[in-house]
């Protein structure tokens, strides 16, 4: 099927999904879409979108089913109940998962899939909101090097880089690892600032200076941004960055690989959460240390959302 043939059911419209959604519409795919909050969802409709009354519905009408959900144990509902993907989605077609999940919860999930003679791709996605509203994530793929093949030309409108990792499975590995880096980096970040702030360095300097050096990260160009800006507002939670942490320390464990950072990075953001509840959004745990320092890490020009921002 060509990159305008493939009916496409999209279960879990959010700030990430939508985003990836509205990618989908345009470049021709008819997507159908559903999710929980109806609202989240009308202005995908505004642009073209069908909405289905159940997954089920919109499995029924799709070739391509893709979830993009905050838990694996909501991934599996989805997908097994008896209103769920697989009881709509015909044999040959394709399930695609785009959470951020357990690795050994996906081999599960797709091997139930096959039986029902479901195709299955885990592609976790990586870059934050702000990348997937411009086209411009990365996309991990893992599963079948065939089908991979056969939906690349779907992955490649919501991702300006697709990576297949390897067997089902290893994907949702390697994304729970980038993750594991970025919350190290941002509480790091948190700190470098602190330090060059009550050095009396001006905080845009400090921040100019780090992006230019062997200190740089992702993380610092963007979320460092939101710190500076006092917005905190990256589009991804506490919620979610403890589930990722617990994630990665679990494969860990399995493996026997001692995390010693990772292990502090996640009672940092246990701290975060008691203090300003896991709604709140992840760069937030940098707030801890402006809070008991008493020095709010503020500077001029940084922006409050990087959603349509051409600075990073």
């Given at each position: 099927m060509s990159a305008n043939t493939q009916k496409i059911g999209f279960i879990g419209v959010g700030s990430l999904g939508g985003a990836i959604v509205t990618n989908m519409l345009n470049a021709g795919f008819s997507v159908t879409v559903f999710d929980t909050n109806k609202d989240v969802a009308q202005p995908l409709?505004?642009?073209?979108?069908?909405?289905?009354?159940?997954?089920?519905?919109?499995?029924?009408?799709?070739?391509?089913?893709?979830?993009?959900?905050?838990?694996?144990?909501?991934?599996?509902s989805v997908l097994t109940n008896p209103d769920g993907v697989l009881a709509g989605l015909a044999k040959g077609k394709t399930w695609i998962d785009m959470s951020?999940?357990?690795?050994?919860?996906?081999?599960?999930?797709?091997?139930?899939?096959?039986?029902?003679?479901?195709?299955?791709?885990?592609?976790?996605?990586?870059?934050?909101?702000h990348k997937a509203a411009s086209g411009a994530l990365t996309i991990l793929v893992g599963g079948d090097k065939?089908?991979?093949?056969?939906?690349?030309?779907?992955?490649?409108?919501?991702?300006?880089?697709?990576?297949?990792?390897?067997?089902?499975?290893?994907?949702?590995?390697?994304?729970?690892?980038?993750?594991?880096?970025?919350?190290?980096h941002l509480v790091a970040v948190g700190e470098a600032l602190m330090i060059s702030g009550q050095s009396g360095i001006d905080l845009?300097?400090?921040?100019?200076?780090?992006?230019?050096?062997?200190?740089?990260?992702?993380?610092?160009?963007?979320?460092?941004?939101?710190?500076?800006?006092?917005?905190?507002?990256i589009n991804f939670t506490i919620d979610l960055a403890l589930k990722d942490l617990g994630l990665v320390n679990d494969?860990?464990?399995?493996?026997?690989?001692?995390?010693?950072?990772?292990?502090?990075?996640?009672?940092?953001?246990?701290?975060?959460?008691?203090?300003?509840?896991?709604?709140?959004?992840?760069?937030r745990v940098v707030q801890i240390l402006e809070d008991d320092m008493k020095f709010p890490l503020r500077a001029d020009g940084f922006p409050e959302s990087l959603i349509g921002y051409d600075g990073v």
């Open positions: 409709l505004d642009q073209g979108a069908k909405w289905a009354s159940s997954v089920k519905e919109a499995a029924q009408q799709s070739d391509v089913v893709v979830t993009c959900l905050p838990r694996p144990d909501i991934v599996a951020t999940s357990d690795s050994n919860e996906i081999k599960r999930l797709g091997a139930i899939a096959n039986e029902h003679g479901v195709n299955v791709l885990e592609s976790p996605v990586t870059g934050g909101v065939e089908v991979f093949d056969a939906n690349l030309n779907i992955l490649e409108t919501v991702g300006n880089r697709v990576m297949h990792i390897g067997v089902l499975g290893q994907a949702s590995k390697i994304k729970v690892v980038t993750n594991m880096l970025a919350f190290i845009k300097t400090a921040w100019e200076a780090i992006r230019w050096s062997s200190g740089n990260s992702f993380v610092h160009e963007t979320e460092g941004q939101l710190v500076l800006s006092g917005s905190y507002d494969l860990a464990k399995s493996m026997g690989v001692p995390l010693e950072l990772s292990s502090i990075v996640e009672q940092r953001y246990i701290a975060a959460k008691a203090r300003y509840g896991g709604q709140a959004q992840s760069p």
